[in-house]
């Protein structure tokens, strides 16, 4: 992977990360910290992954 490409990545997820992070703290979701961290830690992990897998 080149720096760029990397660089790019990076800055996707740390942004996603951040701007999560600001609407919880500015009370626009009704989520505990718990819940909060535990949806960016699977967005993080599995990306769309999680959310198209067919429910069972």
């Not at 992977?1 to 740390?14: I, R, T």
């Not at 819940?35 to 769309?48: D, P, R």
């Amino acid at each position: 992977m080149s720096k760029d490409e990397l660089e790019l990545y990076a800055e996707f997820y740390v942004s996603g990360i951040i701007a999560t992070y600001l609407k919880w703290l500015k009370n626009e979701v009704n989520l505990t910290e718990t819940e909060v961290v535990n949806i960016l830690s699977t967005a993080s992990f599995y990306g769309f992954q999680k959310l198209l897998q067919k429910n069972d």
